[in-house]
T-cell receptor, first 114, second 114 residues
Framework: DAGVIQSPRHEVTEMGQEVTLRCKPI?????LFWYRQTMMRGLELLIY????????DSGMPEDRFSAKMPNASFSTLKIQPSEPRDSAVYFC????????????FGQGTRLTVV | DQQVKQNSPSLSVQEGRISILNCDYT??????FLWYKKYPAEGPTFLIS?????DKNEDGRFTVFLNKSAKHLSLHIVPSQPGDSAVYFC?????????????FGQGTRLTINP
């Protein structure tokens, strides 16, 4: 398996534009997590899914953020409209839904909103 | 509300000496703890973990200690090597109503000096 795949690796967009980040989890994993890395809060959990169903989106900063998982092999994180303070590295991770197992991360998407 | 805290943003250690990274948590529901290592422009990778039923887990040069009463865990690296220079994230896992949640700390940047 190629691991968790995120696209794009880098995204530069103008304030007010819509941004869509994509993630393909490891095949067979039933949990998918979206994190945002910031200096202040480290890896901040935004939302996570179990079997394609959102379980907890309490980490989503504002209504401008939304995430979907239409099937077991694909998820998106959308920001509309984007703002400069959204600039960060966004990570997707997946795991088996078993106790005492680790999550595997993608390489991240570096988002810059100018 | 930061449930997992790494209070040292950075740590500098001489090659060959011991590196000790610390982590505190607030949620007593956490029952599995993990350390991840992150190099620049890469996603975090799993390093070592410990279940709440243990107080120590060792894997080569890496040892994780858990003090449940103090809600504190630490990662010991001995001897430290230049390749250990990276950002280290502490993470905690909990289960609630059958769903798994994985929360990370802010990270500690470890620099190993030759």
């Amino acid at each position: 398996d190629a691991g968790v795949i995120q696209s794009p690796r880098h995204e530069v967009t103008e304030m007010g534009q819509e941004v869509t980040l994509r993630c393909k989890p490891i095949s067979g994993h039933d949990y998918l997590f979206w994190y945002r890395q910031t200096m202040m809060r480290g890896l901040e959990l935004l939302i996570y899914f179990n079997n394609n169903v959102p379980i907890d989106d309490s980490g989503m900063p504002e209504d401008r953020f939304s995430a979907k998982m239409p099937n077991a092999s694909f998820s998106t994180l959308k920001i509309q409209p984007s703002e400069p303070r959204d600039s960060a590295v966004y990570f997707c991770a997946s795991s088996f839904g078993l106790r005492d197992t680790e999550a595997f991360f993608g390489q991240g998407t570096r988002l810059t909103v100018v | 509300d930061q449930q997992v805290k790494q209070n040292s943003p950075s740590l500098s250690v001489q090659e060959g000496r011991i590196s000790i990274l610390n982590c505190d948590y607030t949620n007593s529901m956490f029952d599995y703890f993990l350390w991840y290592k992150k190099y620049p422009a890469e996603g975090p990778t799993f390093l070592i973990s410990i279940s709440s039923i243990k107080d120590k887990n060792e894997d080569g040069r890496f040892t994780v200690f858990l003090n449940k009463s103090a809600k504190h865990l630490s990662l010991h690296i001995v001897p430290s090597q230049p390749g250990d220079s990276a950002v280290y994230f502490c993470a905690a896992q909990s289960w609630f109503q059958g769903a798994q949640k994985l929360v990370f700390g802010q990270g500690t940047r470890l620099t190993i000096n030759p």
